[in-house]
């Protein structure tokens, strides 16, 4: 039975300025890039039965500069739709609604259409993902590559907690997380390492 592993993307403009960032597809800084690359010495000669990424620029380009190949583009790592937040901080949200969280109310649909979502429905799609995951798994180590605040609901749902309880766990940008089991269990085995 494999580990999952899991990066969230290098640093792009918006995830240093604290914007949401769902739909925008930014590409990487250059910090971003150099973050990606360092991941290399962590992730070279580990075999992957499989390698899912968010179709997001910022996902792949940071699969590809930390040297995993073979990677399958899977909508359902897209990063949680915030709406109408897209673009804002969550310091800007709270002038208008300062009891305000991500993980319980989620993001309000936008003006613009695109839509917002539910920490249920961020659970749902995380839970999608864990099922394709579970089915590699026997085979060995599985990776993912996607957003934070995303994997931090899918780590949360992995360890058999509602999605909302991502909030615990702070993920960095450029950075590799293991889940893994100990006595048939899922735990964290590493949590933001950096080479």
């Known amino acids: 039975m494999g580990d999952l592993l899991m990066v969230r993307h290098g640093e792009t403009e918006w ?4 914007q949401h960032t769902s739909f925008t597809d930014l590409p990487l800084t250059p910090r971003g890039e150099e973050q990606a690359k360092s991941l290399v010495p962590l992730l070279a000669g580990r075999p992957f039965s499989l390698v899912l990424t968010s179709p997001l620029t910022r996902a792949v380009r940071t699969a590809e500069l930390a ?10 790592l897209h990063e949680w739709y915030y709406g109408a937040y897209e673009g804002v901080t969550t310091d800007e949200i709270h002038r208008s609604r300062p009891d305000w969280d991500l993980w319980t109310d989620g993001g309000p649909p936008g003006a ?4 917002g979502e539910s920490p249920e429905e961020v659970g749902e799609r995380a839970d999608r993902v864990l099922s394709r995951v ?3 798994l026997p085979e060995g180590d599985v990776m993912l590559v996607a957003h934070g605040h995303f994997l931090r609901a899918l780590t949360a749902r992995r360890l058999g907690l509602s999605a909302a309880e991502g909030r615990l766990f702070r993920l960095e940008t450029g950075t590799v997380s293991r889940l893994s089991t100990e006595h048939d269990r ?4 590493e949590w933001n390492a950096r080479a």
């Open 186 to 189: 899922p735990v964290i085995a």
């Open 67 to 76: 040297g995993l190949t073979g990677a399958v583009r899977d909508p359902d």
């Open 112 to 115: 613009d259409g695109r839509p």
């Open 15 to 18: 995830s240093r300025s604290g």
């Open 134 to 136: 579970a089915e590699a």
